[in-house]
């Protein structure tokens, strides 16, 4: 494995490398969980350990500022759309259905090319993450639409799309 002149994104300051694949690394492994810092980030949110349990930053700020544990049918919705910004202020409580109607409408179907350069993106090493960034949509919808069997993707093949 050769080495790569990035340091690791955790913070530690190592040199990252590449998997038996070629693929470049963003973390050493196991270096994306350490518990240092802030937490870690998956799928879009922030994460902290809370006596070994996995728990949403957002939702933590919540529970300590209402002074009680949330219930299974309240959202904690992000006012100005950023995930990161666990803000007391930034962060709202909603009901299931208060959140479905707020988001309801801003879905954009997925154009062909799209679709094709999703799929690109991902064969050529990307993380899902890393492919919805680029592509300016949500983690939760490239990972659906990555998640569709092959046959349900545009039926040219990815050389003619790109």
Request: glycine share 8%.
């Amino acid at each position: 494995m050769s080495t790569l002149n990035n340091a690791c994104a955790c913070g530690c300051g190592k040199q990252t490398n590449r998997s038996p694949a070629g693929h470049a690394r963003r973390f050493i492994r196991g270096h994306n969980r350490r518990g240092k810092g802030r937490g870690w980030i998956d799928q879009g949110y922030r994460y902290v350990s809370v006596n070994g349990r996995k728990v949403a930053e957002h939702r933590l700020v919540v529970i300590q500022r209402e002074g009680r544990r949330l219930r299974s049918d309240e959202i904690v919705h992000h006012v100005d759309g950023d995930p990161f910004n666990n803000s007391p202020e930034n962060l709202v409580i909603l009901s299931r259905a208060e959140h479905m109607r707020l988001h309801a409408g801003k879905s954009v179907r997925w154009s062909d090319e799209e679709k094709a350069r999703a799929w690109a993106l991902r064969m050529s090493g990307m993380t899902i993450q890393e492919v919805a960034r680029a592509l300016a949509r949500s983690y939760f919808g490239t990972y659906r639409q990555l998640s569709k069997p092959w046959r349900q993707q545009p039926a040219n093949t990815l050389e003619d799309r790109l």
